[in-house]
């Protein structure tokens, strides 16, 4: 179980999405369907994007992988 979480009002009007995941933070570097990745070739594209973990969406109608990268710096505090 993760908690999306989306911030729209960034510097530059570019929106960021992060995840909240195993007790780490982590930025949506991607957000792919699952069929437009080959059976296989999941971690490929993940190391190909540097990107440090996979999680499967499936609370849609369409399966989605989000290719996340760890926030290292980032403190989750329970407010």
Known sequence: MYTYIKIS???G???MELVNYNDKLY???R???KDRIK???ILDVKELWHC???LKNKSQDTDMLLFLI???DA???EE
């Open 9 to 11: 009002e960034m510097i």
């Open 27 to 29: 930025q949506v570097y």
């Open 52 to 54: 440090d973990i996979v």
């Open 13 to 15: 009007g570019k929106c």
């Open 70 to 72: 760890e926030i290292a």
């Open 39 to 41: 059976e296989g070739h």
């Open 31 to 33: 957000k792919v369907n």
């Open 75 to 77: 403190v989750i505090s």
